[in-house]
């Protein structure tokens, strides 16, 4: 039973470059979440989902964008990468039921210089 | 607005020692309540989680809870900690807003056990 699973791990950057963070589930869940980490400040949520073809902003969403295509997949987009972006990011999915807990990736460690 | 606070950024125990740490919210309604624990390197773990019902709920790894509406409080508690218990440890809570589900962490506390 795989989850939720994130790729990749790591990956350093330029300042101005573009990557794609991925994130599949196989639970069939419909809400999908992007999230950011930075020491000290928990979680910030970037992007939702609620569904195939529907994202909406969560608190940070400047520099990133998403799409939701299908319901296992749910890719976050960095444009132009800047020094702010560096930081731990997390996919995590659940179901549409409020007592439902999410379920986390393992994350990915991204460093922008 | 809802938040979750925890107020202690670290914490160090002894191995064998009792823990407690604590989680206090903000939030209008019955509030979902969830604890995480994130270990190095590794995504973030369901420990527990309290809806309704009992206030004293249980988790994996020897971990509970206690739920006191009175203080808007969740706090977390272990009776004997593990040198392996060395993570940090996220509050969140579960809320319906504007007609999607969304969580609201914490910012967490990082657990040291000295052997």
């Known amino acids: 039973n795989a989850g939720v699973t994130q790729t990749p791990k790591f990956r350093i950057l330029k300042i101005g470059q573009s990557m794609t963070l991925q994130c599949t589930q196989d639970?069939?869940?419909?809400?999908m979440y992007w999230y950011r980490q930075d020491p000290g400040m928990g979680l910030k949520l970037i992007y939702y989902?609620?569904?195939?073809?529907?994202?909406d902003k969560g608190e940070v969403p400047n520099g990133y964008n998403v799409s939701r295509s299908t319901t296992e997949d749910f890719p976050l987009r960095l444009e132009l990468a800047a020094p702010s972006q560096t930081s731990v990011y997390f996919c995590?999915?659940?179901?549409?039921?409020?007592?439902?807990?999410?379920?986390f990736g393992n994350g990915t460690r991204l460093t922008v210089t | 607005a809802q938040s979750v606070t925890q107020p202690d950024i670290h914490i160090t125990v002894s191995e064998g020692a009792s823990l407690e740490l604590r989680c206090n919210y903000s939030?209008?309604?019955?509030?979902?309540l969830f604890w995480y624990v994130q270990s190095p390197g590794q995504g973030l773990q369901l420990l527990l989680k309290?809806?309704?019902?009992?206030?004293l709920v249980q988790g994996i790894k020897g971990f509970e809870a206690e739920f006191k509406r009175s203080q808007s409080s969740f706090n977390l508690r272990k009776p004997s900690v593990h040198w392996s218990d060395a993570a940090e440890y996220f509050c969140a809570v579960g809320s319906l807003i504007s007609g999607t589900y969304k969580y609201i962490f914490g910012t967490g506390t990082r657990l040291k056990v000295l052997a």
């Open positions: 989902s609620v569904g195939a073809g529907i994202t």
């Open positions: 309290y809806f309704s019902g009992d206030t």
């Open positions: 939030y209008g309604a019955t509030p979902y």
């Open positions: 639970m069939n869940h419909n809400y």
């Open positions: 995590a999915s659940t179901r549409e039921i409020l007592n439902s807990p999410l379920h």
